[in-house]
T-cell receptor, first 118, second 113 residues
């Protein structure tokens, strides 16, 4: 079974600065997908960014980018120009290739609480 | 566009009472559907998933059950709630293809007294 580990329970950053959230995972599969979700105090789960394991290029979405290291099984999230609205709990998630029997189930890490200081 | 609705938003129930949480999806057909539970300050635990009407898979043994009576309807139930059933419950849907993310409802905060 796959496992996802977020080793930073809490992180903080000054507004306009850059912060990196860590995520590592354990899998024997070669094809899979990785996601970062954001959960603000409203507790709604919001997709931030996704990465296909077969793509070497790191995904980017505006101020959000990832550093995907397949061999190291590492998937970190970088938030540039941090804003107060970025304050939330961030979850890293793993999804097996849909051709298997996992039916798209997500395995989540335990989350990292990000605080943004003005 | 696709939307997911989950209700109620908040529920307070006594121990031993029944439970029914409902989730519906609009704007798509034959979605994969999921129920998660999130304890305070913790990650999400997958409870059930469904790939079609009447098809339910349980991830963990527990006091809860799920049903999918219609293509875009997913229900989480219990006959007798336990104190340990308290938590935040999230419904999600996704397409079948692996690179499609899961989209979540707004969640139900369940408190057992």
């Amino acid at each position: 079974a796959q496992t996802v580990t977020q080793s930073q329970p809490e992180m903080s950053v000054q507004e306009a600065e850059t912060v990196t959230l860590s995520c590592t995972y354990d899998t024997s599969e070669s094809d899979y997908y990785l996601f970062w979700y954001k959960q603000p105090p409203s507790r709604q789960m919001i997709l931030v960014i996704r990465q296909e394991a077969y793509k070497q290029q790191n995904a980017t979405e505006n101020r959000f980018s990832v550093n995907f290291q397949k061999a190291a099984k590492s998937f970190s999230l970088k938030i540039s120009d941090s804003q107060l609205g970025d304050a939330a709990m961030y979850f890293c998630a793993y999804r097996s290739y849909a051709g298997g029997t996992s039916y798209g189930k997500l395995t989540f890490g335990q989350g990292t609480i990000l605080t943004v200081h003005p | 566009s696709q939307t997911i609705h989950q209700w109620p938003a908040t529920l307070v129930q006594p121990v031993g009472s029944p439970l029914s949480l409902e989730c519906t999806v609009e704007g798509t057909s034959n979605p994969n559907l999921y129920w998660y539970r999130q304890a305070a300050g913790r990650g999400l635990q997958l409870l059930f998933y469904s790939v079609g009407i009447g098809q339910i898979s349980s991830e963990v043994p527990q006091n809860l059950s799920a049903s999918r009576p219609q293509d875009r309807q997913f229900i989480l139930s219990s006959k007798k709630l336990l104190l340990s059933d308290s938590g935040f419950y999230l419904c999600a849907w996704s397409g079948a293809k692996g690179n499609q993310p899961q989209h979540f409802g707004d969640g139900t905060r369940l408190s057992i007294l």
